[in-house]
T-cell receptor, first 115, second 114 residues
Framework: DAGITQSPRHKVTETGTPVTLRCHQT?????MYWYRQDPGHGLRLIHYSYGVKDTDKGEVSDGYSVSRSKTEDFLLTLESATSSQTSVYFC??????????????FGAGSRLTVL | AQSVSQHNHHVILSEAASLELGCNYSYGGTVNLFWYVQYPGQHLQLLLKYFSGDPLVKGIKGFEAEFIKSKFSFNLRKPSVQWSDTAEYFCAVSPMNRDDKIIFGKGTRLHILP
């Protein structure tokens, strides 16, 4: 998708291993988000960032950490993956109200399976 | 904190039927409201949004939504659905001028019978 890419797109890992998902944007948007999508739960916000090195927790942040050292990259880390973290993870970006475009643009998703 | 409730988890309609999907939100202040759609195997795309002004907003593919402030509702409508409307629909809300917190409902899975 134009402007936002996620990697890897698919990953299978074992319980207890660390996993890092990467979100890269070329839009220079201020805001970046990580959501997880699960049947019956819709989209739930994990963490978000409002600038370089500025991040905050969402609804379901336990077991996840994030980092944003550059405007274009937002990393989601599972320090020790568990089966309950099997999900599809979506990154989203947002130019914000001041940009006149307070609308989320989503990446294609990363499907993670924890065995 | 804001929250979003979508009343219907799964809706099945025949082609040409009219559609209305319910969405209610909980938040004490002014909000921005959104409907997103996710077609099978794809990522979420914006269907329409409400920021201010006319409470009846029109989106892509013939969809519209009406913001009723007194009911804290933002229901999605389409007069005549098509098979290609089969998808999952998500309502979302964010406090006005707060770009950091955009919260989604659990989604409504719409299945259109040909």
């Amino acid at each position: 998708d134009a402007g936002i890419t996620q990697s890897p797109r698919h990953k299978v890992t074992e319980t207890g291993t660390p996993v890092t998902l990467r979100c890269h944007q070329t839009e220079n948007h201020r805001y970046m988000y990580w959501y997880r999508q699960d049947p019956g739960h819709g989209l739930r916000l994990i963490h978000y960032s409002y600038g370089v090195k500025d991040t905050d927790k969402g609804e379901v942040s336990d077991g996840y950490s994030v980092s944003r050292s550059k405007t274009e990259d937002f990393l989601l880390t599972l320090e020790s993956a568990t089966s309950s973290q099997t999900s599809v993870y979506f990154c989203a970006i947002n130019g914000g109200v001041l940009s006149g475009a307070n609308v989320l643009t989503f990446g294609a998703g990363s499907r993670l399976t924890v065995l | 904190a804001q929250s979003v409730s979508q009343h219907n988890h799964h809706v099945i309609l025949s082609e040409a039927a009219s559609l209305e999907l319910g969405c209610n939100y909980s938040y004490g202040g002014t909000v921005n409201l959104f409907w997103y759609v996710q077609y099978p195997g794809q990522h979420l795309q914006l269907l329409l949004k409400y920021f201010s002004g006319d409470p009846l907003v029109k989106g892509i593919k013939g969809f519209e939504a009406e913001f009723i402030k007194s009911k804290f509702s933002f229901n999605l409508r389409k007069p005549s659905v098509q098979w290609s409307d089969t998808a999952e629909y998500f309502c979302a809300v964010s406090p006005m001028n707060r770009d950091d917190k955009i919260i989604f409902g659990k989604g409504t899975r719409l299945h259109i019978l040909p």
